[in-house]
Antibody
């Protein structure tokens, strides 16, 4: 069955960076875009961007262009999102979603705190 | 950016009711080449990731009961739940997924609550 595995939580210091992972299984990793979505507590969903694992073509929401970098490792069927210069505004749950958005990871809760 | 406007922001319902929620996009999501509407609906329950409910404006995912109906075309879309069940209480989001119009924006959501 299709699964997207994400770590449950990350605690990071303000100003630091963090690299989130999303390990895919149960389907051909290179056949579907991997999307990343942000959700702040009690807030709605924001599309950060997507990456084509086949050739690493990326599309970003301009709002996140200087915040997020999307990459993949085809050998391990894992997608990554690096978030930089973290502030309290970046504290949120970050989801990966693929297979035409039919499958989502459980999300990684990123807490930015000193 | 395409703006997705959902209404109402919340709906208080009793089990067995029929409910309708709306999603309006600032640009047409109908692609004339294939007559597909690039509009999806998601259901998100508390503490869980969103789940794809409907894509192509009206096509239900395999797990979705037929009491859920998506309709509309172009810029105006609706999600109807006939005979609401307690398990349907959630926030419902629409999203456009027309790849020619990035970013793929979401609406702000409609929260379905118990009356």
């Amino acid at each position: 069955q299709v699964q997207l595995q994400q770590p449950g939580a990350e605690l990071v210091r303000p100003g630091a960076s963090v690299k989130l992972s999303c390990k895919a299984s149960g389907y051909t990793f290179t056949s579907y875009w991997m999307n990343w979505v942000k959700q702040r507590p009690e807030q709605g969903l924001e599309w950060i961007g997507r990456i084509d694992p086949y050739d690493s073509e990326t599309h970003y929401n301009q709002k996140f262009k200087d915040k997020a970098i999307l990459t993949v490792d085809k050998s391990s069927s894992t997608a990554y999102m690096q978030l930089s210069s973290l502030t309290s505004e970046d504290s949120a749950v970050y989801y990966c979603a693929s297979y035409d958005a039919a499958y989502w990871g459980q999300g990684t809760l990123v807490t930015v705190s000193a | 950016d395409i703006v997705m406007t959902q209404s109402p922001s919340s709906l208080a319902v009793t089990a067995g009711e029929k409910v309708t929620m709306r999603c309006k996009s600032s640009q047409s999501l109908l692609w004339s080449v294939n007559q597909n509407n690039y509009l999806s609906w998601y259901q998100q329950k508390q503490g869980q990731p969103p789940k794809l409910l409907i894509y192509g404006a009206s096509i239900r995912e395999s797990w979705v009961p037929d009491r859920f109906t998506g309709s509309g075309s172009g810029t105006d879309f609706t999600l109807t739940i006939s005979n609401v069940h307690a398990e349907d209480l959630a926030v419902y989001y629409c999203q456009h997924n027309h790849g020619s119009f990035l970013p793929l924006t979401f609406g702000a959501g409609t929260k379905l609550e118990l009356k």
